[in-house]
């Protein structure tokens, strides 16, 4: 059957990093398919591959240029038989595919929401607002806004320090470029907050910010879930995880590298109830954390995507190729929601370093105890796609992490 699968469909893969690299993989172990890419850069996750083959394309990830590659794709694969299956792996991927889907739905398969909800989604102030509307628990959070933070250079809060800063539009923000740049920063004073704040909008950024009383405790409070909910918004699959470390470099705060399988009906029900209700499509990736001062697992963001260390949830046992495909391809009827109960730990650094970083007690026992019986992965080191080049390429993108930790890492 796979071989049959083979020539009825190709992955179109919208990025080249790790993510990227993830979902061939992915597509390779189920179906034994080499996807195709398209970026606008060549980067090291995808590169020396044989199960995904990459192309980039200056200003990809610009609307005019991105339709444009788009439709000389359409016209490249017309005589060919095979569907064409997008699946963007960022964020600003996303938001293309969801403003040209209607478009785009004609000569390929877009599994994703349509426009107007992505935009409700992947901005956190309508996100939050959202949350509100369906009762999802999130942090104290107050929003700012370019001109109101103009007028007074300075916020007042309404909570306690230290706050969580992160910009509402992060597409936007993917563009925005200033000395000690972060994802998202943790701030101990208003003086911080009010500087990066200025340091921010005097780069151009121009949506609303984000500040949040900020939920104690280390990465291992932290819950990660990917969720599959088909065309017909049912969801298929939920798979939780539970992080134990996070990459401490300032651009890449809130990238997971160490994530052991969790189980929870509680978050599992609350969020598929959620999906279900807004009518989402394709994948989604929350991230929460557990607030102990009133016991709820609150909600930062969602990502109206895989996240980039979801190969956790196929390397557990649940491959995300397969949803789309039965999903898409096989068309395969709704039966019931997979709680997924993962078996690995899935790592994105190397040993030692979750050994040394990882804070004493239950996860860090827990983490060694999948090490000792082997039962661990990582996303980019796949042995069906291991060449010289890539083995090197490997070691080195897993050797700087040492220096990542030596100089960034701080105790939360």
């Known amino acids: 059957m796979n071989g049959k699968l083979n020539e009825r469909f190709l992955p179109i893969l919208l990025g080249s990093d790790i993510n990227v690299y993830g979902m061939a993989r992915s597509f390779h172990e189920e179906y034994g398919i080499v996807s195709e890419a398209h970026s606008a850069a060549f980067l090291s996750a995808t590169k020396f591959s044989k199960i995904v083959n990459v192309f980039a394309h200056e200003n990809f990830d610009e609307p005019e240029t991105f339709i444009k590659v788009m439709r000389e794709l359409k016209f490249k694969y017309k005589d060919d038989p095979r569907q064409l299956l997008i699946v963007p792996c960022g964020d600003g991927y996303t938001e293309l595919v969801a403003r040209y889907k209607k478009e785009l739905s004609v000569d390929f398969i877009c599994p994703t929401v349509d426009y107007d909800l992505q935009q409700i989604l992947s901005n956190k102030v309508l996100f939050y607002e959202t949350c509100e509307k369906y009762g999802l628990p999130y942090p104290k959070t107050m929003i700012i806004t370019k001109d109101s933070f103009e007028k007074k250079q300075k916020i007042e809060l309404s909570f306690d320090l230290p706050v969580a800063l992160k910009p509402a539009n992060s597409v936007e923000y993917l563009d925005v470029q200033f000395e000690g740049r972060k994802k998202a920063f943790i701030l101990y004073s208003l003086e911080e907050v009010n500087d990066v704040l200025k340091k921010i909008y005097q780069a151009g950024y121009t949506s609303e910010m984000i500040c949040q009383n900020f939920i104690p405790g280390d990465d291992s409070r932290m819950r990660v879930l990917n969720a599959y909910v088909d065309q017909n918004h049912k969801v298929r699959m939920m798979c939780l995880g539970h992080p134990l470390l996070e990459d401490p470099t300032p651009q890449s705060v809130g990238n997971y590298v160490a994530i052991v399988p969790d189980y929870n009906e509680k978050i599992y029900r609350q969020i598929k109830e959620f999906l279900e209700k807004i009518q989402y499509t394709g994948f989604a990736n929350f991230d929460m954390k557990y607030d102990v001062r009133d016991g709820e697992y609150k909600l930062f963001e969602i990502n109206l995507r895989q996240g980039r260390s979801s190969f956790y949830v196929t390397l557990g046992g649940y491959n995300l ?17 997979t709680y997924a109960k993962g078996n690995k730990l899935w ?66």
């Not at 190729?321 to 929601?337: C, G, M």
């Not at 994105?348 to 039962?375: M, R, W």
């Open 347 to 412: 790592i994105g650094v190397p040993k030692k370093i979750l050994k040394k970083y990882i804070v004493s007690g239950p996860d860090k026992e827990k983490a060694l105890n999948f090490i000792k019986k082997g039962d661990y992965g990582s996303t980019i080191n796949y042995k069906k796609d291991m060449s010289f080049k890539r083995f090197l390429l490997i070691q080195h993108m897993f050797y700087t992490y040492y220096d990542r930790y030596k100089k960034y890492f701080k105790k939360k």
């Open 321 to 337: 190729a397969k949803y789309l495909v039965e999903d898409y391809i096989l068309k395969l009827p709704f039966k019931e929601t």
